[in-house]
């Protein structure tokens, strides 16, 4: 690993202040798809061979597990399963049927390049990341966002596409440090797989913050209310005020911050998951009086989206889609702490990244509650 230059060095390439992009309506662009055009039974088989088939690899406490299966065999009630998970007194099983996609939104203006670029890392970063899960079983959909400045290790790549170094840093900084494209979207699933344990990731899908700008400008515009004090930012954003977004003010709503205090990036983190739920309302409500307004949306976005979620999927997730729920209980946010790392910039002033160490406990509550389901073992 180089020393603390060489890791200051790399992140300044990449832009120290990043403007955030929220990938919102294409949960449901991804989700809705273009229903229609391909066969269904395509996209499904596609889907399954898209991912391994294994469940997360979840520590347990191995003296708990000993218990209950020694308590089983003497009960002679159920049988032991090796992929069981003991989680607080209970067991638990991975729900197989759960469909998994990676949202990202790149702090790029334009369009987005489908095509892996090693030559300066200018590819940029995944300031917004959401994991998106179809519960097949349960009819449910759920959204969990990533604070962006979450620290796990990340892949720095050269023009060979050979790994050359890896870091402790920012996860936000894997796509642009794979050069983005068909690396960028691997590299992601693959960070974003290893924080959940090795949770099967079935298709990304990665969109500059003009998809944001063009969608609301579609939909007419979004009303969100403000979670959180926006004035110094623009005198009308009162907490609690009911504003309309367009594509003119939609991304500096979304990406505003004050970089001068520790924690921002959770913050505005929330005030994301407002907006997506409310842009999800829209979205649906639009698409009960126009069934044709997927294919237009997609359309839409195309020039400014990098993904490996084919059409015939796309028709695929729509249908489970369809029949799912989508509420403000959908919703979960990655917690933790956040740590100021001070440097000095090349103008000589002192700064700070604030890097994000999430809580390991509470994201491992969520993925019992997300992706398993409990075992009834005994009456």
């Given amino acids: 690993m180089k020393g603390k230059a060489g890791k200051t060095e790399k992140k300044n390439k990449l832009g120290k202040i990043a403007m955030c992009i929220l990938s919102t309506i294409l949960i449901l662009l991804l989700s809705l798809g273009l229903v229609g055009i391909i066969v269904y039974k395509s996209g499904e088989m596609e889907l399954k061979a898209s991912a391994s088939a294994s469940a997360p690899q979840i520590d347990t406490d191995e003296e708990e597990v000993e218990r209950i299966r020694e308590s089983l065999q003497y009960a002679d009630t159920v049988a032991w399963q090796d992929d069981w998970v003991v989680y607080d ?9 759960m469909l998994n996609f990676l949202l990202l939104g790149i702090d790029r203006s334009g369009s987005l390049s489908t095509e892996t670029e090693l030559s300066d890392w200018s590819a940029g970063q995944a300031d917004t990341i959401f994991l998106v899960t179809l ?3 349960d009819k449910a959909i759920s959204v969990i966002g990533i604070p962006r400045n979450s620290m796990v290790d990340v892949e720095i790549f050269n023009s060979e596409k050979e790994c050359i170094e890896t870091i402790h840093d920012q996860i936000c ?31 990304a899908c990665a969109v500059s913050f003009d998809a944001v700008s063009a969608i609301t400008d579609r939909l007419g515009g979004i009303e969100v209310v403000v979670p959180d004090d926006m004035t110094a930012y623009n005198s009308s954003y009162i907490k609690g ?13 979304l990406r505003y911050r004050n970089y001068s205090e520790l924690g921002s990036p959770t913050t505005r983190l929330e005030r994301q998951k407002a907006f997506m739920k409310a842009a999800a309302d829209d979205v649906m409500q639009a698409i009960k009086e126009n069934p044709m307004f997927v294919k237009e949306i997609y359309e839409l976005v195309k020039p400014y989206m990098n993904t490996d979620i084919s059409v015939d999927e796309a028709v695929y997730i729509s249908a489970k889609a369809l029949d799912c729920g989508f509420s403000e209980q ?34 491992k509550e969520i993925m019992m509650n997300v992706f398993y389901k409990e075992v009834k073992v005994s009456d």
């Fill in 89 to 97: 007194g209970k067991v638990y099983e991975y729900r197989e049927d």
């Fill in 135 to 137: 519960n097949q079983e």
């Fill in 173 to 203: 900084l894997q796509y642009g440090y794979a050069g983005g494209g068909e690396l960028g979207l691997d590299k992601m699933k693959e960070s974003v797989s290893e924080l959940f344990c090795g949770l099967p990731l079935h298709g």
């Fill in 241 to 253: 005020s009911t504003q309309t977004l367009t594509g003119k003010n939609v991304v500096g709503y």
């Fill in 330 to 363: 959908s919703f979960y946010q990655l917690t933790g702490e956040d740590k100021a790392v001070y440097f000095t910039d090349d103008n000589g002033n002192e700064d700070f990244y604030d890097d994000y160490y999430l809580d390991e406990d509470e994201l």
